[in-house]
């Protein structure tokens, strides 16, 4: 199997690289590093690749969830291909669904980690390997989209930044959302997340009970809230107790789903692993088993 590391320049503080050299230099693995150029181009590199390489391959994304997210939409209809993750960006949501980036640190265990078949939800044309989400949480990964680079305000200080900037300007959304044909909402609501991993916004337990093995989403819509009432639930979203706590039943819709449909007026923005989309009208689906995912085994 041939092993490409995927690498985004600008995470781990420029070292990255260096690291996975000098861990992967005495190793007999057929392995080597793209460092991509620009945003999209790791697609381009890939997408290049399996159509001329028929032979089995893995790409790991190393960076964050950007990059993750640009590898697993790549890959995706290449059946020689599968995808792991070397985590060296400021988020790193989808590994948390793992137990955390640590467990993927080490390249050589990559390498000969194991694969599982894994969900994707597909939204239009895009796919995301964590979540979709939308409302306060668009807003959010809006805000942090012009944050993330700030020398002061950016890394693991854009995504609270941006909640407290949300906590003012995006209260309030409207939408018309089912869920596997069932109305959830025709008028304002809070925030909506359909997710296949854990964890948005670095610290955000928002799916406690979510599988990526399991063919569904876990879709989570917060009804629209006071800022007083949002003072008391943001504890209990980020620790994932919102699902189990009897005082927030009247404000949390929670389904297990396979098909989302959303309807918005125009301007409407979506969040796919972090990625802002602006997008007013889509259909969002689990499509089970879509890629091969190596995990290390637990030390």
């Given at each position: 199997?041939?092993?490409?590391?995927?690498?985004?320049?600008?995470?781990?503080?420029?070292?990255?690289?260096?690291?996975?050299?000098?861990?992967?230099?005495?190793?007999?693995?057929?392995?080597?590093?793209?460092?991509?150029?620009?945003?999209?181009?790791?697609?381009?590199?890939?997408?290049?690749?399996?159509?001329?390489?028929?032979?089995?391959?893995?790409?790991?994304?190393?960076?964050?969830?950007?990059?993750?997210?640009?590898?697993?939409?790549?890959?995706?209809?290449?059946?020689?291909?599968?995808?792991?993750?070397?985590?060296?960006?400021?988020?790193?949501?989808?590994?948390?669904?793992?137990?955390?980036?640590?467990?993927?640190?080490?390249?050589?265990?990559?390498?000969?980690?194991?694969?599982?078949?894994?969900?994707?939800?597909?939204?239009?044309?895009?796919?995301?390997?964590?979540?979709?989400?939308?409302?306060?949480?668009?807003?959010?990964?809006?805000?942090?989209?012009?944050?993330?680079?700030?020398?002061?305000?950016?890394?693991?200080?854009?995504?609270?930044?941006?909640?407290?900037?949300?906590?003012?300007?995006?209260?309030?959304?409207?939408?018309?959302?089912?869920?596997?044909?069932?109305?959830?909402?025709?008028?304002?609501?809070?925030?909506?997340?359909?997710a296949n991993g854990t964890y948005v916004g670095g610290s955000y337990r928002c799916a406690p009970r979510s599988s990526n093995t399991d063919g569904y989403m876990e879709l989570?819509?917060?009804?629209?809230?006071?800022?007083?009432?949002?003072?008391?639930?943001?504890?209990?979203?980020?620790?994932?107790?919102?699902?189990?706590?009897?005082?927030?039943?009247?404000?949390?819709?929670?389904?297990r789903c396979k098909t989302m449909k959303v309807t918005a007026p125009k301007g409407f923005f979506i969040s796919l692993d972090g990625e802002v989309k602006q997008i007013s009208e889509f259909t969002a689906e689990i499509v089970p088993s879509a890629i091969r995912f190596a995990v290390p085994?637990?030390?």
């Amino acid at each position: 199997m041939k092993h490409i590391f995927v690498l985004n320049p600008n995470a781990g503080h420029g070292t990255a690289q260096k690291e996975l050299e000098d861990k992967l230099s005495c190793t007999s693995f057929d392995w080597k590093i793209y460092t991509t150029v620009a945003a999209g181009d790791s697609v381009r590199f890939i997408r290049e690749w399996c159509e001329t390489h028929p032979e089995p391959v893995r790409f790991y994304a190393c960076g964050g969830d950007g990059t993750i997210h640009e590898v697993a939409n790549a890959i995706y209809g290449y059946p020689q291909a599968s995808i792991s993750c070397y985590p060296v960006g400021s988020g790193n949501d989808f590994v948390k669904y793992y137990g955390g980036k640590e467990r993927f640190s080490d390249p050589v265990a990559l390498c000969s980690a194991p694969e599982e078949s894994i969900d994707l939800i597909r939204v239009n044309d895009y796919y995301a390997i964590n979540a979709c989400h939308f409302g306060l949480d668009s807003c959010v990964a809006s805000m942090m989209d012009r944050l993330r680079h700030k020398k002061i305000l950016g890394g693991k200080r854009a995504y609270p930044i941006s909640v407290l900037y949300a906590f003012f300007k995006g209260m309030r959304h409207k939408a018309t959302i089912t869920a596997d044909d069932e109305l959830l909402c025709n008028s304002d609501f809070l925030l909506c997340t359909a997710a296949n991993g854990t964890y948005v916004g670095g610290s955000y337990r928002c799916a406690p009970r979510s599988s990526n093995t399991d063919g569904y989403m876990e879709l989570c819509l917060v009804r629209r809230i006071s800022r007083l009432r949002f003072l008391s639930v943001i504890n209990k979203y980020k620790a994932g107790s919102h699902l189990d706590d009897p005082s927030l039943e009247k404000f949390i819709i929670y389904r297990r789903c396979k098909t989302m449909k959303v309807t918005a007026p125009k301007g409407f923005f979506i969040s796919l692993d972090g990625e802002v989309k602006q997008i007013s009208e889509f259909t969002a689906e689990i499509v089970p088993s879509a890629i091969r995912f190596a995990v290390p085994e637990k030390k």
